[in-house]
């Protein structure tokens, strides 16, 4: 009889550990560890008063007790919030490039960075360059070197 040899998958090694959304419970804003508080009254003016699970989530490995520096990958069903989740995140490190299927998801995806860090450029491709380059090499103020 022939022996079927399994094929084996390469899988990057964040793929290997995966870490379940399911078990983190959305937070008020006031419980998040390492919230700046220019970044809760955003939040709060979006009318935001607490983190979904998925944000939870990103928050706890990207910024907060668990932080260090990698690659996310979030799945987690639509409507779950991974908008706010990947945006938290980024106006911490100040660059991010989003990459979506169309342009109008661009145009939301660019009013929610817009809504929670009104000092940091962002541009939508596909726009009158200069204006683009103009809006990117926006610097936020620095307050003693820290910038949500
Ligand atoms: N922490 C929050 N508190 C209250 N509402 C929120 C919160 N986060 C996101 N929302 C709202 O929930 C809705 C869904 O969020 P969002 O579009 O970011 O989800 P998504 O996972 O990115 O969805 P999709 O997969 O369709 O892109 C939006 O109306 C958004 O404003």
């Given amino acids: 009889m022939m022996e079927v040899k399994k094929k084996s998958t390469a899988i990057l090694s964040w793929m290997r550990n995966p870490i379940g ?15 700046d508080p220019r970044l809760e009254a955003a939040l709060d003016r979006m009318g935001f008063s607490s983190l979904f699970p ?9 910024i907060g007790p668990g932080a260090f520096e990698r690659d996310l990958c979030i799945n987690s069903p639509t409507g779950s919030g991974k908008t706010l989740a990947l945006s938290t995140r980024s106006v911490k490190c100040l660059r991010a490039l989003v990459v979506l299927p169309t342009r109008d998801l661009a145009l939301q995806v660019k ?11 962002v541009a939508v491709g596909r726009s009158w360059i200069a204006d683009e380059i103009a809006e990117l090499i926006k610097r936020p103020k620095l307050e003693a070197g820290i910038c949500y």
Wanted: glycine share 6%; with cysteine; net charge negative.
């Fill in 21 to 35: 959304v399911r078990q983190f419970e959305g937070w008020p804003l006031n419980l998040v560890p390492c919230l």
């Fill in 54 to 62: 998925v944000q939870v989530a990103v928050w706890q490995e990207t």
């Fill in 111 to 121: 009013e929610v960075f817009a809504a929670i860090a009104p000092a940091v450029g």
